[in-house]
């Protein structure tokens, strides 16, 4: 499974910026692709999932600012922010995943695309 990020970029706060992640390969095996992100300093961090049953989880800093869904017949995941913050800032990776547990730690994933820098001015 391959996985490629785009769309971030600068964004003053208070703004929105959509996130997209293409895949391609086996794909079928999959059961949940993710965005992680990671602040200069800081761990890593989950920000979303979507499982193939299509259930969504939000990390506690973006819940309720943040929007995740996927489009099979384009082969892209998307992550909407709204209502951006400075704390936003980070590179932000997608994952993809095999597993059926812990969708929240960035090890349970096996597949992780180049990331993008989101960057949000005060």
């Known amino acids: 499974v391959q996985l490629q990020a785009s769309g971030g970029g600068l964004v003053q706060a208070g703004g929105s910026l959509r996130l997209s992640c293409a895949f391609s390969?086996?794909?079928?095996?999959?059961?949940?692709m993710s965005w992680f992100r990671q602040a200069p300093g800081k761990q890593r961090e989950f920000v979303a999932v979507?499982?193939?049953?299509?259930?969504?989880n939000f990390g506690d800093s973006v819940k309720g600012r943040v929007a995740i869904s996927r489009d099979n017949a384009k082969n892209t995941m998307y992550l909407q922010m709204n209502r951006l913050k400075p704390e936003d800032t980070a590179v932000y990776y997608c994952?993809?995943?095999?597993?059926?547990?812990?969708?929240?730690?960035?090890?349970?994933?096996?597949?992780w695309g180049q990331g993008t820098l989101v960057t949000v001015s005060s």
């Open positions: 390969g086996n794909i079928l095996s999959i059961n949940a």
């Open positions: 994952a993809a995943t095999q597993g059926n547990r812990a969708y929240e730690t960035d090890t349970s994933y096996g597949y």
């Open positions: 979507i499982r193939n049953s299509g259930t969504r």
